[in-house]
């Protein structure tokens, strides 16, 4: 079956530091997503990604489209206390019914002042 | 940017009793919204698709009978939790594609059931 590996699961950095998360699938995507949830909320939207090789910026966030179809990275520059949450990379395998999305199992960001 | 409302934001009720949750497209058009389940420190999990005008499509292992989905207009879906039990509290959020956006879907707040 397909199968999307987001890692890593958990981080606990600095704050002013970088971030790096990726995710891997069995299947080839043909987009990729960024959400990040923050406690008790729904997830929001950070980037968006529809070409193989695509890379994406919003402010400090930065992801790319992987040239093999097949994987995705988020990056989060000088990161800030506000950064901390859940962040989900999301996607839709080729042939996919229905717009229906596969999430992965998220990473728990964890910022310190 | 497109916003999904979703009511109520959390419930509380007792066992046996039945719960309603709506979810919005505020200011969009979505033919399709999707329902999704989450426990603690866990994914989403996607429970059923609904189609506006059409029946909803549910996962494997998801109690049509259970969890009503109505997708009555194209800015409106419900999913309404018959004859709640305390296994059945959870985080219930839902999302909304734009008819004209591709794949990207735009979640609710969510809602957190509590069956005592």
């Known amino acids: 079956g397909q199968q999307l590996n987001q890692s890593p699961q958990s981080m606990f950095i600095q704050e002013g530091e970088d971030v790096s998360m990726n995710c891997t699938s069995s299947s080839i995507f043909n987009t990729w997503l960024w959400y990040k949830q923050d406690p008790g909320e729904g997830p929001v939207l950070l980037i968006a990604?529809?070409?193989?090789?695509e890379l994406t910026s919003n402010g400090r966030l930065t992801a790319q489209f992987g040239i093999t179809r097949k994987d995705s990275f988020l990056n989060i520059s000088a990161s800030i206390p506000s950064d901390v949450g859940i962040y989900f990379c999301a996607g839709q395998f080729l042939g996919g019914s229905n717009y229906k999305l596969t999430f992965g199992k998220g990473t728990l960001l964890t910022v310190n002042p | 940017g497109a916003v999904v409302s979703q009511h109520p934001s959390r419930v509380i009720c007792k066992s046996g009793t039945s719960v309603k949750i709506e979810c919005r497209s505020l200011d969009f058009q979505a033919t399709t919204m999707f329902w999704y389940r989450q426990f603690p420190k866990q994914s989403l999990m996607l429970m059923a698709t609904?189609?506006?005008?059409?029946?909803?499509?549910?996962e494997q292992g998801v109690e049509k009978d259970k969890f009503l989905i109505n997708h009555a207009s194209l800015t409106l879906s419900t999913l309404t939790v018959t004859s709640a039990h305390p296994e059945d509290s959870s985080f219930y959020i839902c999302?909304?594609?734009?008819?004209?956006?591709?794949?990207?879907?735009?979640f609710g707040a969510g809602t957190r059931l509590s069956v005592l």
């Open positions: 990604l529809y070409k193989a090789g």
């Open positions: 609904s189609n506006e005008g059409s029946k909803a499509t549910y």
């Open positions: 999302s909304a594609r734009d008819r004209t956006g591709g794949s990207i879907q735009y």
